[in-house]
C-alpha cells in the first residue's frame, strides 16, 4: 500500500472560521443569503431585508442573528469565492453554542464580543466595547486568549 501521509506538523491547525468547535449543545438556523457577494464562513450575519433572509451587513444588536458556520460541501460556483455561501445559497448559522472565527484584534478569554462596523479601529470582530462604531453580538464571549488576525473560539450558552 502506497504512503500517502509520512511526515505530520508538530502544531496543527485548531480550527478554521465558521467550524464548530465542539459538540456541546448549540442551535443553528438556517437562512438565505442576500448578498450578491456572499457571506464568508465564520462571519457575523443579519436579519436580512426579505422573510428568511441574511445579510453580512453590519445592522444593529436586535438584528444580529449569529455567525455562519462552514459547509466544506458548498460548491465552488464560476467566479465565486471559497469558504463562502453564495447568494440566494441557505446559510448555516450558529446562535448559540461554540464556534471558530477570525479576530480582528487581541482578545482575551471571556472578553464580550463585539462586530465592527467599518468605521472604528479593530474592525470584524473583536473585544472592544460596544459604541457608535462596535455592536455587541449578545450573550457570546471569547473563549481563549488570541491576538489579531489569529483564530479564536467564541461561545454563547
Known amino acids: 500500500m502506497a504512503v500517502i501521509q509520512d511526515t505530520y506538523n508538530n502544531a496543527p491547525g485548531k480550527g478554521f472560521p465558521g ?14 443569503v442576500e448578498n450578491a457577494a456572499g457571506i464568508a464562513f465564520g462571519a457575523p450575519a443579519y436579519r436580512g431585508a426579505g422573510d428568511h433572509g441574511c445579510t453580512a451587513v453590519v ?6 442573528l449569529g455567525f455562519v458556520v462552514a459547509d466544506h ?5 464560476p467566479g465565486g469565492t471559497a469558504d463562502t455561501v453564495p447568494q440566494y445559497d441557505s446559510a448555516a448559522i ?8 477570525t ?12 462586530v465592527g462596523t467599518g468605521a472604528g479601529a479593530g474592525d470584524g470582530i473583536s473585544a472592544n466595547a460596544a459604541d457608535a462604531t ?4 449578545p450573550g457570546w464571549v471569547f473563549d481563549e486568549t488570541v491576538a489579531s488576525g489569529g483564530i479564536c473560539r467564541i461561545v454563547r450558552r
Open 103 to 114: 479576530v480582528g484584534d487581541d482578545v482575551t478569554d471571556g472578553a464580550a464580543v463585539t
Open 19 to 32: 467550524q464548530r468547535a465542539n459538540m456541546e449543545m448549540s442551535n443553528v438556523i438556517s437562512r438565505t
Open 94 to 101: 450558529e446562535t448559540d453554542g461554540a464556534i471558530y472565527v
Open 73 to 77: 460541501g458548498q460548491p465552488l460556483l
Open 134 to 137: 462596535h455592536i455587541a453580538a
Open 59 to 64: 445592522g444593529t444588536a436586535a438584528t444580529f
